[in-house]
């Protein structure tokens, strides 16, 4: 399974101004009291999901999330997990998010196959997660334990982000942490010599995939949403993605993908994702970006699977120092 995201809206930078204002109106609408018609409830919000108001814990203490978006989501909203799914048992959590915070994380299956069992076993008191993951589940799920889902996740993270944010009662903090990223965003703009100048920087994000063709990047998804508010252009084939999410492609034609800078990573062995031969071979090392030095490898856990602030916040500070590096090559 990659953990690829759903096909979603394009992101902008005057989209990132209205995610700003709606975290805002919803600090607005209080914490400690939550929002909407809590009287109707005593100790419980009514939360807007995918399925409709959802009434949730004034406080949610005990949650289980199922996907790495919304781990991102509750990590960088200060809430520990009691249970989280993983793209891969056996690795663990993804290892960009800090250790100390998903310690002692109780682990209920991968994603898109929850132990349901695990997670009853847990008590929770709050389920995030999503219908393209966990659509046929919801109802069981629901039957647990209050369960917020969005439609989707990758392109859509950051109004997703605040979804999640009002179920875990944290505005403050969702409101903090939009406006550390479009700090940091501005930053990596400036660093490439303004919005004019970021935007004639072409910039292609190629991934090998184990078991699968090649992915150059388009639009609509996460990755792209952060370097549209960087403010960088993207190569033509970025736009030819069917449904805006990506192109495969076949190792004859990887050199598709190039562009001033090339982000590179793998899911999987990079023996058998294509990464080595590719990389290897003539059609790379004929590539502008190769050949100007301003191809780079980057964490595909961080950069493609993460989905969030916490991994944006790394993927903008190293956006900053690789992209002005590239900028002057």
């Not at 200060?78 to 310690?103: I, N």
Request: proline content about 4%.
């Amino acid at each position: 399974m990659t953990l690829d995201t759903a096909p979603g809206r394009r992101r902008t930078p005057a989209a990132t101004a209205v995610v700003l204002a709606a975290v805002l109106a919803l600090s607005a609408c209080g914490s400690g009291s939550g929002t909407g018609d809590d009287t109707a409830g005593e100790g419980t919000r009514t939360v807007m999901t995918a399925h409709g108001e959802v009434r949730v814990p004034a406080d949610p203490r005990r949650v289980v999330v199922l996907d790495t978006a919304e781990l991102d989501s509750a990590i960088t909203l200060g809430v520990k997990p009691v249970g989280s799914t993983r793209s891969d048992v056996a690795s663990g959590f993804l290892k960009y998010l800090p250790r100390e915070k998903v310690e002692g994380i109780e682990n209920v299956g991968n994603i898109m196959a929850p132990n349901l069992e695990r997670i009853a076993a847990l008590k929770p008191d709050l389920i995030l997660g999503s219908d393209v993951r966990d659509k046929d589940r919801y109802d069981e799920l629901s039957e647990i334990a209050p369960t917020v889902f969005t439609e989707s996740t990758g392109a859509p993270w950051k109004e997703n982000f605040l979804v999640h944010a009002d179920a875990l009662n944290r505005k403050d903090e969702a409101r903090k942490a939009v406006e550390a990223y479009e700090a940091k965003a501005a930053e990596v703009t400036e660093a490439l010599g303004g919005r004019e100048k970021a935007g004639e920087l072409t910039v292609s994000v190629i991934r090998f995939v184990e078991g699968a063709d090649t992915r150059v990047y388009g639009r609509e998804n996460y990755i792209g949403s952060i370097l549209a508010d960087v403010g960088v252009d993207r190569p033509a084939i970025a736009d030819k993605a069917p449904d805006g999410f990506s192109v495969d492609v076949s190792p004859e034609k990887v050199d598709q993908g190039d562009a001033d800078v090339v982000f590179y990573t793998s899911y999987g062995d990079p023996g058998k994702s294509g990464e080595e031969n590719a990389v290897g071979g003539a059609l790379w090392k004929g590539m502008d970006a190769v050949r100007n030095g301003r191809a780079f490898r980057v964490d595909d856990e961080t950069w493609i699977q993460g989905i969030g602030y916490t991994a944006a916040d790394t993927i903008l500070e190293e956006m900053r120092k690789l992209l002005a590096e590239g900028s002057r090559g």
